[in-house]
């Protein structure tokens, strides 16, 4: 099988470290696929991906081909299929969100027209680094040649979170749940949807119901606890491990790429993909969806029916993604 080109950004950092060894060891496309990889960072973060790629060689992986460093985001493109777009600007004190946004522009952008003009025709990107769903609109806007529906943000991790707090409260296996959706921002305002999830074929909110005597007692327990655990974890997992997810970030987008490559199979995941208006998402925005993928891309599902709790909820994270375009629109960025 011909090798495929990966490009990850902010490779020598903690989600970049965690990453770029379960790529190399044939987890993310499978054991039978030669990868190369690139490694895009600014220069203060050379030396950190450099001590990585010393220790990729010492793995000496059978699948990795090359791997070549680089502060070119050019260079680091060039023929790319798959792109993993890591490196971002994060907030810090005092920092207002256009501040933010703005500064995060001046890193997607750019990697938006050189992703344009140097990445492979079969390009797929995900946008990890924060603002994520913003960031892939700054990033797919700078790349007319590109398709929009080749650019998502992750919230794979979101999604992966909320089977985790569903398996532990109801005593039941990973595995066997099913159709949990992320909609929205990859923010505090995402909905975290069970509505259409199942656990071994069964509807989750009946499970719900058991587990908590009775509907009224798991609505709350999703309204008061699920949710906000789910859309708060990140902080959640800062306050305990002292930084923020690194290992549940990277295999998130492993399994993202992976599923967009090689298949959702049975049920769906959730991404952020490009809204052409479904579910009455504001079209043009990247907004988190149920999607299944045959192996060539994400696809929204269709036809699932939203209650009027899904509606408000949906409605208040694509205000805020809207909020988010409109500061960007504004910079004269997109
Ligand atoms: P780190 O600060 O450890 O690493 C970021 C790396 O990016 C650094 O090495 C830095 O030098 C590099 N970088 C900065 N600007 C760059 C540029 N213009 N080009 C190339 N490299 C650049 O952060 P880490 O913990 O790895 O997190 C990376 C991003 O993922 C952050 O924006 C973070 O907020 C975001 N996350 C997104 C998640 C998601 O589910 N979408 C979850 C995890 C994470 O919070």
């Known amino acids: 099988m011909d090798a495929t080109t990966i490009t990850v950004t902010g490779a020598g950092g903690q989600i970049g470290y965690a990453l770029l060894f379960r790529i190399a060891a044939g987890d993310m496309l499978g054991a039978d696929r030669p990868v190369r990889l690139r490694l895009l960072e600014i220069p203060q973060g050379l030396k ?4 990585a790629a010393l220790e990729l060689q010492d793995c000496a992986f059978p699948l990795l081909q090359s791997v070549e460093i680089t502060d070119d985001a050019a260079t680091a493109f060039d023929g790319a299929n798959i792109a993993m777009l890591v ?3 994060p907030r810090t004190a005092g920092m207002e969100r256009a501040d933010l946004l703005a500064a995060n522009a001046g890193i997607f952008g750019p990697q938006g027209a050189a992703l344009n003009a140097h990445a492979a025709d079969d ?4 946008v990890v680094g924060n603002p994520a769903n913003t960031n892939a609109l700054i990033a797919a806007a700078a790349a007319p040649d590109i398709p929009g529906d080749r650019f998502a943000a992750l919230t794979r991790l979101d999604h992966d979170r909320a089977v985790g707090q569903l398996s532990a409260a109801l005593g039941a ?16 305002t995402q909905f975290p949807d069970v509505s259409h999830a199942t656990v071994d074929g069964r509807p989750v909110p009946d499970a719900l119901a058991e587990r908590f005597g009775g509907a009224d007692a798991a609505a709350s327990w999703l309204d008061d606890e699920f949710v906000p655990r789910v859309a708060k974890r990140g902080a959640e997992i800062i306050a305990v491990r002292g930084s923020s997810s690194a290992a549940s ?4 987008a492993i399994a ?32 988190s969806f ?3 993928s045959d192996g060539g891309g994400y696809r ?5 029916e939203i209650d009027a709790r899904a509606r408000a909820r949906i409605d208040a994270s694509v205000a805020e993604l809207l909020a988010e375009r409109d500061a960007v629109r504004e910079l004269g960025v997109i």
């Open 256 to 287: 993202h790429v992976r599923d967009s490559v090689l298949g959702t199979g049975a049920g769906w995941t959730s991404a952020a993909v490009l809204s052409h208006g479904e579910y009455g998402v504001a079209e043009g925005v990247y907004s």
């Open 249 to 252: 970030a990277a295999n998130a």
């Open 123 to 126: 390009i797929r990107v995900v």
């Open 173 to 188: 296996a990973s595995a066997g749940i099913q159709n949990v959706t992320i909609w929205g921002n990859h923010s505090a």
């Open 300 to 304: 929204i599902v269709d036809g699932l």
């Open 87 to 89: 490196g971002a600007r």
């Open 48 to 51: 950190a991906a450099e001590g």
């Open 290 to 292: 149920p999607v299944t």
